[in-house]
């Protein structure tokens, strides 16, 4: 046991003494391929010393694993758990058969408070490896975040380029039957642009109508199907609910037919219902391409594609799209808007700043759906200050309990569930906010309403 521990690169500076001491409280133990050595969230009892063979430090993002690194006899694992008194924050599994020598964390304890040198050569293995490990992480969380937004992105694009496609698609038809009717108007002698009354009529049908509750559409197709059927016109079930949609009125419609002939007044009311359709496909097509449009500015204005320079922002804008990006994440919450008028202007690296909206936002709304909070609200708020900017997002979620409220800013401190976080979200809007911009990032939290608050100087310079 000895002997094995002197050739791990952690131990090889211990003196006599401190190493006899250390081999006399380890264990030897052994793991079979693909045989699970410890688990991300277990609590840390024992470091292991790899004596043969070789492991697989693994940490679950998502939906997928990150291999973090692969290791081999010398390396010393699961020591980090001891140190920091939190739980494992990757699992390891075997990659071969694998022999330890397993150290306790009262006598790892033990040793490094007598000894110095073991405290030292202990310090520059989890230095290197903290780097390693934050590294790795720091990239899966982007791609991660990544893999989320353009989930989201692709779910909202959905119905606007349906709507679009199927509204295309049903235009030709729809044309083609106006012809149709308008061509049958004109066989009768008909034409609604020498009559002022079946002008209007027209001409309400190609416009934008106001919107009806349920109630009043209602009434107001049964008030028109009255009328279609004293006319005399044939599927008024039909036609009644595409003239109202498009804003057409009983008395209108009676007033403008009463000196025509059944026969006549259907072919009226068949040109209508025609140019009605017509109408409404254009509106929907002309809607599901402004939609897509808009959700295509909003990606261009949150990512600021290759402008990584410090520009003059308004912070209501970016909030706006990162909101906007975030739209199917925030389904079923209340998401309230508290801006000034005016726009929030500051020198600031936009982007990087709509990486700090997305993780809060993305945070109060997770924090929401674990705790199935009823009637789940967002509030986020923005004031200009001392030439700056405030920020604030509020959920009224079952808050940060006290005794970790003071680490949620730590790399790799997280209060999800494995495999639900890497820890880095808020370290990266940390860093973000204080190191890049010069400004704070708070948290104020109590059952109910928490609160995290970004103070934005107005110029980073």
């Not at 973090?68 to 008194?85: F, T």
Request: net charge negative; hydrophobic share 45%; aromatic share 4%.
């Amino acid at each position: 046991m000895r002997d094995a521990l002197r050739h791990v690169p952690l131990f090889e500076d211990l003196l006599e003494d401190d190493l006899a001491r250390l081999a006399a409280g380890a264990q030897e133990e052994r793991a079979g391929p693909g045989e699970v050595v410890f688990r991300e969230g277990d609590t840390g009892d024992r470091a292991f010393v790899i004596v043969d063979g070789e492991i697989e430090v693994v940490k679950a993002s998502g939906d997928r694993e990150v291999l973090l690194a692969v290791r081999g006899p010398g390396d010393v694992i699961g020591e980090m758990a001891l140190l920091d008194a939190a739980p494992r924050m990757a699992s390891v599994r075997a990659r071969t058969d694998v022999r330890f020598v397993t150290i306790p964390k009262d006598v790892l304890d033990d040793l490094l408070g007598s000894s110095a040198t073991a405290s030292r050569s202990l310090f520059r293995v989890l230095l290197a490896r903290w780097r390693e490990t934050e590294a790795k992480l720091r990239q899966s969380e982007r791609m991660a975040q990544i893999g989320t937004l353009t989930a989201g992105l692709a779910h909202e694009m959905n119905n606007p380029a349906a709507a679009v496609s199927r509204g295309a698609g049903q235009l030709g038809p729809a044309v083609d039957g106006l012809a149709a009717a308008i061509g049958d108007l004109r066989a009768r002698g008909i034409d609604p642009a020498t009559d002022d009354l079946l002008s209007a009529l027209f001409a309400a049908a190609h416009g934008t109508p106001e919107p009806l509750g349920a109630l009043e559409r209602s009434d107001r197709e049964a008030a028109l199907d009255t009328v279609l059927t004293e006319l005399g016109v044939g599927e008024a079930w039909r036609l009644a609910p595409v003239l109202v949609a498009a804003g057409i009125e009983p008395d209108p419609l009676r007033s403008a037919t009463a000196d025509l002939t059944d026969g006549d007044a259907g072919a009226v009311v068949e040109a209508l219902g025609a140019a009605a359709e017509v109408a409404a496909l254009v509106r929907e097509v002309d809607e599901g391409a402004a939609r897509l449009s808009a959700i295509v500015a909003a990606l261009k204005s949150y990512s600021y594609l290759d402008r990584d320079a410090v520009l003059e922002i308004d912070v209501r804008g970016g909030l706006d799209d990162t909101l906007l990006i975030l739209k199917q994440k925030l389904d079923g919450i209340d998401v309230t808007r508290d801006y000034p008028d005016d726009p929030v202007t500051i020198q600031a690296h936009a982007g990087e700043l709509n990486q700090v909206w997305t993780n809060l936002i993305d945070n109060a709304a997770d924090a929401l759906a674990e705790a199935g909070t009823p009637a789940p609200s967002i509030v986020v708020r923005v004031r200009e200050e001392d030439g700056g900017a405030v920020v604030e997002v509020e959920d009224n979620g079952p808050g940060i309990p006290a005794e970790i409220r003071d680490r949620v800013f730590d790399a790799f401190f997280t209060t999800k569930p494995p495999g639900s976080g890497t820890g880095l979200g808020l370290d990266i809007s940390y860093g973000i906010v204080v190191h890049r911009h010069r400004g704070e990032i708070t948290v104020e939290s109590e059952p109910g309403r928490t609160v995290f608050r970004v103070t934005l100087p107005g110029d980073p310079d």
